[in-house]
């Protein structure tokens, strides 16, 4: 491209006369010099007798090329742009109508795995000898505010059909189910195909149905749950959607089921999922054109539970108007360039002709690439002023060109890093035996300083968390070393949790010469007594909350222990260190709670830190109740962004929650 630039402006410059200096004399074919190998032009060739100029006077010359060599660049930057601005629009908005699809569909299976959470929490209460449930079924039931209504449909093999044999509804439920029988039988069929199955409650907008079958088919024992529950929260989310037009969607039949209401626009839902399904990937982006005649920018995200998918589409005519808009700013600027050029050939005198000679080699040079180049400042006025302007212009598109080379590579090299360290961390949920975790982590820039981790060592369960000095790629890297140390201590045998930490002490030491600290806490539970062996360097201390009864009602901040028996220095200020460690005892139910200073420094729009008390008290709000750890976490991690409502964070936060529950683990194995 700039080759071509270059042989272009060249041709003009010859044609225009501007590249040969000479002046060709038709009587004497003599050419006068000035200098070694420089020429100039006669002033007035009418002086000297017999001596023509040919072609157009210099002046003239001038004004066309000062006109024509900035309209064809100009011209050719601006198709150039053109066609840049618009691929990197469209780049742009897919990526973020990728985003808007994978974050709307992480929260709708967050939301469904929940309440499938609360489905089985009631149903485990079923007996199936009185075909009813227990007083505890009931509860849970009452204590959920989402659920409207709930039934449970057990297999009769006699009749070959199923019987409603529990039927709990709520006033608002009951107005629901009237007329809605059909839609019930469809859904109980269905669920006897496949364990979930989610649909819209025919046009209420913000009700599903939700079934979820309990047991193999070939169990005549099983049983199927049908739950019609609350889903405003999000319904709100597809709604408020800005330009995208977001719609959760059925695989099998292309229905929606929360969302745009896409007959009012005379789109098929179904037409759009079958050209977006032929990539066959979990996730996607596709150009579409819906109803012959616009082309929209679409992308797609599968949910993973019930054959769900969230849909987000653009307008790619409204995604593009910024760029038109561009354009036209562009071109009144290129015309403005072009008038300014006029005015200047008019006022330019003959005399400047060695002068522009110049300016037009190092013009040819910058079009082929040389930003170095720099115009001797000779001629005073316009032309002295235009030579500088050149200068200055060429340096700063040299400086820019730089400044960006360097700040792509930073960016990718920092893209690589978050990569990487994204890798470092472990599944957001896990059950291991008799101990379940939950964790929930987000960094404060693109490489964080936080770090946490669960790994199982035998009969043992190892819960990591750690928190370098600062964020950023320097306290990435020490994360990254105390993650490679505990791949090697896990890979060998059991060893206490104070010579754990010795060993980690000694490489982030190391590693960062004792200018990079790094607080840790690492706990070892003993998944057969509930025991746990910990040690504490500097650390934010845990707090544990022992079980509690469904009629203690919600949590107090007395209730919430604090582990503080031991603390010892940070990792990476002594090479040689001693950690000193504890033993704490968990009983089924216990929870230990996990977190780093990140979150007690959250601040809100007014600037006033989150602290301590406040919390204690949305642990307490989001533990109280018998919701499964995920679902607690998002409660509290909800919580928390409310409080902080999008204020940029200032340090990384970290929470993880952790459950002693080897009761219910063995009477889980027992059923099985």
């Known amino acids: ?14 044609t225009l006369g501007l590249g040969n200096r000479r002046t060709m004399v038709a009587n004497s074919r003599k050419t006068h010099r000035l200098g070694k190998g420089r020429s100039y032009l006669l002033r007035n060739p009418a002086d000297m007798p017999g001596m023509v100029v040919r072609g157009l006077s210099l002046r003239y010359k001038l004004m066309a090329a000062l006109m024509i060599i900035p309209l064809l660049g100009l011209t050719l930057f601006l198709a150039m742009a053109k066609s840049i601005f618009e691929r990197d629009k469209i780049a742009y908005v897919f990526d973020s109508s990728l985003s808007v699809s994978k974050t709307r569909a992480a929260r709708v299976s967050s939301e469904i795995a929940s309440m499938i959470s609360v489905a089985q929490a009631i149903v485990l209460n079923y007996r199936a000898d009185t075909k009813n449930l227990a007083e505890s079924g009931t509860y849970f039931f009452d204590r959920e505010p989402k659920f409207e209504a709930f039934r449970v449909y057990a297999w009769n093999q006699e009749t ?28 109980v069929k269905q669920a006897k195909a496949r364990p979930v199955v989610v649909r819209g409650l025919d046009s209420t907008a913000d009700r599903i149905v939700l079934a979820a079958r309990f047991g193999e088919v070939s169990d005549l024992r099983h049983v199927i749950a ?57 996730e996607g982006i596709e150009e579409i054109m819906v109803s012959k005649k616009d082309n929209f920018l679409a992308s797609f995200s599968e949910v993973g539970i019930a054959d769900l998918v969230v849909i987000s589409m653009v307008e790619k005519r409204a995604a593009l108007a910024a760029v038109s808009v561009l354009l036209r700013k562009s071109a ?4 403005l360039v072009i008038a300014a050029t006029m005015i200047i050939a008019v006022f330019a005198s003959r005399g400047m002709t060695f002068a522009l000679s110049r300016l037009s080699e190092a013009t040819q040079r910058v079009a082929e690439g040389d930003f170095a180049v720099r115009v001797e400042v000779g001629a005073g006025g316009e032309i002295g002023q235009l030579a500088k302007s050149f200068n200055t ?3 700063e598109v040299s400086r820019l060109m730089l400044e960006t080379a360097e700040k792509a590579r930073m960016e990718s090299e920092l893209a690589t890093a978050r990569t990487v360290q994204e890798t470092l961390f472990p599944e957001s949920f896990q059950h291991l035996g008799a101990v379940e975790i939950a964790g929930h982590y987000v960094p404060a820039s693109e490489c964080g300083g936080d770090w946490w981790f669960y790994c199982e ?13 600062g964020h950023g790629a320097p306290a990435a890297l020490v994360t990254s070393a105390a993650r490679a140390v505990v791949s090697v201590i896990t890979s060998g045998p059991e060893m206490p949790v ?14 960062s010469k004792g200018k990079m600290m790094m607080t840790f806490f690492l706990a070892c539970i003993d998944r057969s007594t509930g025991e746990v062996s910990y040690s504490n360097a500097s650390h934010e201390a845990p707090l544990v909350l022992r079980a509690r009864g469904p009629n203690d009602g919600e949590a107090k901040r007395n209730d919430f222990e604090p582990v503080i028996d031991v603390n010892n220095p940070r990792l990476g200020e002594q090479p040689d260190r001693v950690f000193k460690e504890s033993k704490l005892q968990l009983a089924d139910g216990d929870i230990i709670v996990f977190y780093t200073d990140g979150v007690i420094d959250l601040k809100n729009t007014e600037a006033k830190q989150l602290g301590e008390r406040r919390f204690i ?23 928390l962004e409310d409080f902080r409502t999008n204020v940029p964070l200032d340090d990384d936060v970290t929470l993880i929650l952790c459950r002693y529950q080897s009761i219910a683990v063995d009477a889980k194995k027992g059923a099985s």
Request: glycine share 10%.
């Open 498 to 511: 104070g010579e754990c930490l010795r060993i980690m002490n000694r490489a982030i030491y190391d590693t």
């Open 617 to 639: 008290k949305m642990l307490a709000s989001g533990l109280s109740g018998s919701t499964g750890l995920p679902h607690s976490l998002g409660s509290i991690v909800q919580s």
């Open 457 to 469: 060592n035998g009969d043992k369960v190892y819960i990591w968390v750690g928190d370098a000095t």
């Open 332 to 335: 009144l600027f290129f015309v």
């Open 160 to 187: 070959s059909k199923y019987d409603l044999n529990v039927d709990l509804t709520k006033p608002n439920g009951k107005r629901l189910l009237e007329g809605r029988d059909a839609i019930i039988d469809d859904v």
């Open 226 to 282: 049908i739950a019609i529950f609350d889903a405003t929260e999000l319904a709100e989310v597809f709604t408020d959607s800005g330009r995208h037009v977001s719609f959760l969607s059925r695989k099998d039949t292309g229905g929606v089921v929360l969302g745009a209401d896409l007959q009012a626009v005379n789109w098929d839902p179904a037409d759009i999922w079958s050209t977006l399904s032929a990539k066959k990937t979990p």
């Open 1 to 14: 491209m700039k080759h071509s630039l270059g042989i272009l402006l060249q041709f003009i410059f010859r």
């Open 393 to 395: 212009m060429a340096g």
